[in-house]
């Protein structure tokens, strides 16, 4: 913490808590875990969530996806626009953030506003993937025949360590505006901005339980977020040639769908597209008689 | 069931109070110039005209009048700022810039609709509800295209066509104006604009909108007069594209004077859909769709309902829960909450729709009005049905653009199908039953670009519209709206 002169005002810093069904809960275990500068010195005491907490999170996130799937596509846009304009307005606290978990302030402001374009850049998306990547099917039989996508249900994602806003944002973005809810453990690394950015969810008419956003340690919680019966989807990065292979064999016990995301540049603007978006959503195929 | 004991009596014993919208807030100028490189800026000749509300006939502002030398200007500000800001922008830049205008829509959405009620005489249920918000959602949802559009095409590239010319129809002002502008800018076109003469006043406040916006100058301009200054707009030869939406006459005139010019163009033209019940239909809920079809907007609408294909043995049931429908129809002040079918949009239109009214008696129909007591000034017509009338009829086969609606029966559904497909246009069309694979049967064989069942009148940006024969060429709206104004390249 800065220390203070005797003219200068004393700041009052933030405490940093989970994000679980729209409220900001410290982690039932009451554990915590330092995160410190480059000077050593702590930055912050975030909430090293447990099993339960991600539990907790996945009640939470199946509670809100009837409503929010079936959302219009329209609304989840303008939802995920209000996003953006919140997080423009704090642009100058998450830099500040980014700063203090090691960052230049040069690729700090990039990356604020590489997230900022990314949530508009999904925005987008919301009523555009469906005219993508549906289809009528011309069968051979007088059927009017016709595929959408639907979004599978509860996704847990393990955000990557290195970038901590923009590859958050990255992940969860493509995830919600296909209808989908979700459970994210942000980077262990720098995982300041997630808690602000559950912050800006808040404030953004995001409907509680639709992101829910845990801090803490991957290797405890890893197991958890591949195995839980009720998750449909995990999404992961950094694997390090042994992680792919212990989520997806965990994974296999209710056939989640394992979504690798490693080595992608999130800063780069080829690797936003709306096959993101298709990672987490299933074909649902329908038939209807044509006739008198 | 007689009709006598489900008959609604909404307007016996009891009266509804006014509901007037407040109108304090809005601000409109005494006199508009032409919009151009992102300024008002006076017309050439120096001349203006005059545009009134049609429910009270009231002067409400006056209004440049664009000639030759008016609209070469504006081609001149459009083609620099396609060549320059608008070209050198990134894709998803020129995005946020289309978002802004959305937001500021939705921001100012209660003033614009209280304007376009009062320049264009719809109710203001109507205006607040559907053209306004589905204007703003327009932007919306082009503005998220600007940097997608490579899955829009998939395995071509696509580049802007240049500068487009608009000339849009009186009867949606806004919202037509939306569905021009919003996907010419999102492929990375420049905009000439023409309103129509009769309700310029929500594009000169969107005109306002795009300069707060701060959109480059010159990459949407507006241009207000009549006939002649869409001509010389089509007629520009610096213009790449001409949007139109209006008459088929006019489209005909159009397509004539730029043949071998080169210039593309979309037209979005007349229509006279037939909304077709069968016996199956839930017929309450069909009797509602069809005043949805024929009445919203005074039946100012180029995809109305305007012919009602009703299978004989529910025919009398029908037409009789019509007749009962259309008495409780409130006729009136547009900014009336209340209000249902607000003022004939002109004094010229209401006398198309007489003329037509003369006509369909004179060819022998039985024309039935509702008793509803108009108001003295202004521009009004009751709410009209035509019975008895045969395929040849004038008011069967011509665009009346009017509360006027030709009823026709059918017996099998070869036979209304023959009836419905039975016009030069093929715009819109509507199916009534209860039955699923009957609806896919009919939808197939009608000729016609957008079929609503079981509902009418529907519309949204994600969702394209357009024409067959001689209800015009290309779509708008949607993911297919963008096909008209791109040039596929490699």
């Given at each position: ?13 933030k405490t940093y808590k989970i994000y679980i069904d729209g409220k900001f809960p410290r982690t039932e275990s009451?554990r915590y875990f330092p995160l410190k500068d480059?000077?050593?010195?702590v930055v912050a005491n975030l909430c090293r969530s447990s099993r339960k907490d991600f539990r907790n999170a996945v009640?939470s996130a ?21 996003i953006?304009?919140?997080l423009?307005?704090r642009?100058?606290q998450f830099?500040s953030e980014l700063v203090l978990q090691g960052l230049?302030?040069?690729?700090a402001?990039?990356e604020v506003?590489?997230s900022?374009?990314r949530l ?34 509860v996704v847990s994602i393990l955000a990557p360590t290195g970038s901590g806003l923009l590859g958050l944002i990255s992940n969860i973005a493509p995830v919600i505006?296909?209808?989908?809810t979700s459970v994210i453990l942000a980077s262990e690394s720098m995982p300041l901005c997630s808690v602000s950015f559950a912050e800006v969810l808040h404030?953004?008419?995001v409907?509680?339980g639709v992101v829910n956003i845990l801090t803490g340690f991957r290797e405890e919680l890893t197991e958890q977020f591949a195995?839980h019966?009720?998750v449909?989807?995990i999404i992961f990065s950094d694997?390090?040639?042994?992680v792919?292979?212990?989520i ?11 979504i690798?995301r490693?080595?992608i540049?999130w ?26 | ?490």
């Amino acid at each position: 913490m800065t220390m203070v002169g005797p003219h200068s005002r004393v700041p009052v810093a933030k405490t940093y808590k989970i994000y679980i069904d729209g409220k900001f809960p410290r982690t039932e275990s009451g554990r915590y875990f330092p995160l410190k500068d480059v000077d050593d010195q702590v930055v912050a005491n975030l909430c090293r969530s447990s099993r339960k907490d991600f539990r907790n999170a996945v009640v939470s996130a199946r509670k809100a996806f009837p409503n929010w799937s079936s959302a219009s596509a329209y609304l989840r846009g303008q939802i995920l626009y209000r996003i953006a304009e919140m997080l423009e307005g704090r642009r100058d606290q998450f830099i500040s953030e980014l700063v203090l978990q090691g960052l230049s302030k040069r690729r700090a402001r990039k990356e604020v506003e590489a997230s900022i374009d990314r949530l508009i850049y999904f925005a987008g998306w919301s009523d555009k993937y469906q005219q993508v990547f549906s289809a009528v099917n011309p069968v051979n039989s007088s059927h009017f025949n016709f595929s959408v996508l639907e979004p599978t249900g509860v996704v847990s994602i393990l955000a990557p360590t290195g970038s901590g806003l923009l590859g958050l944002i990255s992940n969860i973005a493509p995830v919600i505006v296909g209808g989908n809810t979700s459970v994210i453990l942000a980077s262990e690394s720098m995982p300041l901005c997630s808690v602000s950015f559950a912050e800006v969810l808040h404030a953004s008419d995001v409907p509680a339980g639709v992101v829910n956003i845990l801090t803490g340690f991957r290797e405890e919680l890893t197991e958890q977020f591949a195995t839980h019966m009720d998750v449909n989807a995990i999404i992961f990065s950094d694997d390090d040639g042994g992680v792919a292979k212990t989520i997806e064999s965990l994974a296999a016990n209710n056939i989640k769908r394992v979504i690798p995301r490693n080595a992608i540049d999130w800063s780069s603007e080829k690797n936003q597209n709306p096959y993101l978006i298709r990672d987490t959503q299933e074909t649902k195929t329908t038939w209807h008689p044509i006739g008198n | 069931m007689t009709s006598e004991s489900s008959k609604l009596a909404f307007n016996d014993g009891w009266q509804y109070s006014p509901a007037p919208e407040s109108t304090d807030h809005i601000v409109i100028d005494e006199q508009y110039g032409l919009f151009i490189d992102n300024e008002f800026v006076e017309p050439a000749e120096g001349q203006y005209f005059d545009t009134i509300n049609p429910a009270t006939e009231e002067f409400l502002a006056s209004v440049a009048l664009a000639t030759d030398a008016d609209v070469s200007r504006a081609v001149k500000a459009a083609r620099k700022a396609k060549n320059g800001a608008w070209s050198k922008m990134k894709p998803a830049d020129r995005g946020k810039y289309i978002y802004r205008i959305a937001r500021i829509l939705q921001e100012r959405a209660r003033e614009f609709s209280v304007i376009e009620s009062l320049d264009g005489g719809k109710p203001i249920r109507e205006s607040r509800d559907i053209d306004i918000p589905l204007s703003a959602a327009h932007f919306f949802y082009y503005a998220g295209w600007a940097d997608k559009l490579d899955y829009a095409f998939p395995g071509r590239t696509s580049k802007p066509l240049g500068v487009v010319g608009q000339v849009i129809p009186w009867n949606f002002p806004l919202l037509m104006a939306a569905w021009k502008i919003a996907p010419a800018l999102a492929c990375g076109n420049t905009v000439v604009l023409k309103p129509a003469e009769t309700t310029p006043l929500t594009a000169m406040k969107l005109a306002e909108v795009i300069r707060d916006a701060e959109l480059p100058p010159g990459v949407v301009n507006f241009v207000t007069g009549a006939g002649d200054t869409g001509a010389s707009i089509v007629n520009h030869p610096d213009v790449d594209k001409i949007a139109f939406t209006g008459s088929t006459e006019v489209g005909r005139i159009i397509q004539q004077s730029i043949a071998g010019t080169g210039k593309r163009y979309t037209l979005e033209l007349g229509g006279k859909a037939a909304n077709i019940i069968f016996a199956d239909a839930a017929i309450d809920q069909a009797v509602e769709g069809i005043v949805n079809g024929i009445f919203f907007n005074q039946g100012h609408v180029c995809c109305a309902g305007s012919r009602l294909l009703v299978q004989e043995s529910v025919a009398d049931e029908v037409v009789s829960k019509l007749k009962d429908r259309m008495e409780t129809l409130i006729v009136g002040d547009p900014l009336d909450k209340n209000t249902d079918i607000g003022a004939i949009n002109s004094a010229s239109q209401l006398q198309t729709i007489q003329s037509y009214l003369k006509i369909g008696e004179e060819e022998g129909a039985e024309m039935h009005q509702s008793s509803c007591v108009l108001p003295e000034r202004g521009y009004w017509c009751r709410p009209t049905i035509f019975t008895g009338v045969s395929q040849s009829n004038r008011v069967v086969q011509e665009e009346i653009f009017g509360p006027v609606l030709a009823i026709q029966t059918f017996r099998t559904p070869e036979e209304g199908l023959e009836k419905a497909n039975n016009t030069p246009y093929g715009l819109s069309g509507g199916v009534w039953t209860d039955k699923g694979s009957k609806i896919f049967q009919i939808t197939k064989k009608v000729r016609a670009g957008v079929i609503w069942a079981n509902t009418f009148n529907k519309f949204d940006p994600t969702s394209p519209f357009g024409g067959y024969k001689e209800s015009g060429i290309g779509s708008e709206g949607g993911l297919h709206g963008l096909n008209a104004y791109v040039e596929l390249v490699k």
